[in-house]
């Protein structure tokens, strides 16, 4: 789950002004280390409902069988989640969807730039993700082995992907409130582990 929401984070900035020419994503000539330098403010100045809107792109991608397997296979082990794969990741949804998420990141990443530091715990978006989990559990025979799993093979793949969709189901059921701080949470943490990678 960290890897996808780093990617998603990872283009915030650049994909504001995509969104203005066309819906298809060009990331061409954007310097990743100057991405990364910016967003975890952003993320940090976007208010709840911005977080929330992205969320809720992510959540309707991952409803439909064949982008979901796009968004999944941007926290597999071997993913290309450099600039490059990311905007292969974005175009090879639906334009509807496309759409929706290129509108929410866009949205993020204007208010995140103008908008002043807002407080926040990380330890809350720590327990909403642990509550989420927890539910995910109760609900789906193999969902901890799924999201645990790091098999490379077919199976283990298909078993990340049934877990990562269940996940953000789960947190879609949640109250505003906690669901924006797992997401604000998996973005931050998201970044710092991941933005070697580019």
Wanted: proline share 5%.
């Amino acid at each position: 789950m960290k890897p996808l929401l780093a990617a998603l984070c990872l283009t915030l900035l650049p994909m504001a002004g995509a969104h203005a020419q066309s819906s298809r994503v060009d990331l061409s000539g954007i310097d990743p280390l100057q991405v990364i330098a910016g967003a975890n403010d952003v993320l940090l100045r976007a208010p709840d409902a911005d977080i929330d809107r992205l969320f809720d792109a992510v959540h309707a991608a991952s409803r439909n069988e064949g982008e979901a397997r796009g968004l999944c296979a941007l926290f597999e082990p071997d993913a290309d989640r450099s600039l490059l794969g990311l905007q292969r990741a974005a175009n090879a949804l639906g334009e509807a969807s496309r759409v929706r998420f290129i509108d929410a990141v866009a949205a993020v990443a204007i208010s995140g730039l103008q908008g002043p530091p807002r407080a926040w715990d990380p330890a809350a978006g720590a327990q909403a993700l642990k509550a989420a989990t927890v539910t995910g559990m109760m609900l789906h025979d193999g969902f901890l082995l799924g999201l645990s799993s790091t098999g490379r093979d077919a199976a283990s793949r298909q078993a990340r992907c049934t877990a990562f969709r269940q996940l953000v189901d789960v947190l879609g059921d949640f109250e505003p409130g906690p669901r924006v701080a797992a997401t604000r949470y998996l973005l931050g943490e998201g970044l710092t582990r991941y933005g070697s990678e580019l």
